[in-house]
């Protein structure tokens, strides 16, 4: 038998081939990977209005909600622009997939566009209905894009979000580098 080559009787049948390697334990690598630490950047209070509903679809019920305005503070401070909206699929009745895009507005002349993608899980009949003591689970992996002086370092980086509702029905999002 080769190194780190099983025997054929050791390897699932669909495995049966000269590519079938034994991984050692991970005891054995002398490093392990650097756990990552978050760093708040920003929060944001995005405000939603006009819901468009697409309707049951193969997935789920689909609807889209524009946005209308907000503000954000944290490394740096200002409006949210009343551009983009949250593209959401609702399924098994508590798992919503959402897919919203915003624009910080650091000033006249610099953006930040803004990019989330994750899931809230809560029972649809409690998002109707939000008085702010709800349980749910709200995070989202977010991509910044800007050609904004002294901030383009965002362009590179992997974030995260965690979010709540308002019982205004405003989306409140912290956001965080994970370092």
């Not at 034994?22 to 995005?46: D, G, H, M, N």
């Not at 998002?127 to 362009?155: C, H, P, V």
């Amino acid at each position: 038998m080769e190194p780190n080559k099983p025997d054929k009787d050791q390897c699932a049948p669909e495995q049966e081939s000269s590519c079938c390697t034994i991984i050692p334990e991970a005891a054995a690598y002398p490093l392990t990977p650097p756990e990552p630490s978050l760093r708040k950047l920003f929060t944001c209070e995005v405000a939603l209005e006009n819901v468009y509903s697409l309707g049951e679809t193969d997935l789920g019920h689909r609807e889209v909600v524009t946005v209308c305005g907000g503000s954000f503070s944290g490394i740096a401070k200002g409006k949210i622009l009343p551009f983009g909206g949250d593209i959401g699929l609702l399924h098994d009745g508590n798992v919503n997939e959402i897919h919203t895009t915003f624009i910080l507005s650091l000033n006249e002349e610099q953006n930040v566009l803004v990019e989330c993608i994750g899931k809230l899980l809560m029972e649809d009949e409690k998002m109707l209905q939000l008085n702010g003591d709800e349980e749910y689970y709200f995070r989202q992996g977010i991509k910044l894009f800007t050609g904004a002086e002294g901030y383009s370092w965002l362009n590179n980086i992997v974030a995260i979000g965690s979010s709540l509702i308002t019982p205004e029905g405003n989306v409140i999002t912290d956001i965080y580098q994970v370092e």
